[in-house]
């Protein structure tokens, strides 16, 4: 008997490690769409930057071309 009950034991704690497995993979799906997001925010706010820039060159030629 008490080999079986020891079975019995070990086989909740080789459920654990499953779950475990499964946490950290969720953890790490999540850790990469904060980088992927992060990566993204990044690169819109260049091309929204160098957009605002060459609208803003652009209002300087309009406004030295109205004045002369």
Same mark, same amino acid.
């Given at each position: 008997?008490?080999?079986?009950?020891?079975?019995?034991?070990?086989?909740?704690?080789?459920?654990?490690?499953?779950? %475990?497995? &499964?946490?950290?993979?969720?953890?790490?799906?999540?850790? =990469? *769409?904060? #980088?992927? $997001? %992060?990566? &993204?925010?990044?690169?819109?706010?260049?091309?929204?930057? =160098? *957009?605002? #820039?060459? $609208?803003?060159?652009?209002?300087?030629?309009?406004?030295?071309?109205?004045? =002369?």
């Amino acid at each position: 008997m008490d080999p079986s009950a020891g079975a019995r034991k070990e086989r909740p704690k080789a459920r654990d490690p499953p779950a %475990r497995l &499964e946490k950290a993979r969720q953890r790490s799906a999540q850790q =990469e *769409l904060k #980088q992927r $997001q %992060r990566a &993204e925010i990044y690169a819109l706010n260049r091309v929204m930057t =160098e *957009l605002e #820039q060459q $609208q803003f060159d652009s209002f300087c030629k309009q406004m030295q071309g109205g004045g =002369e």
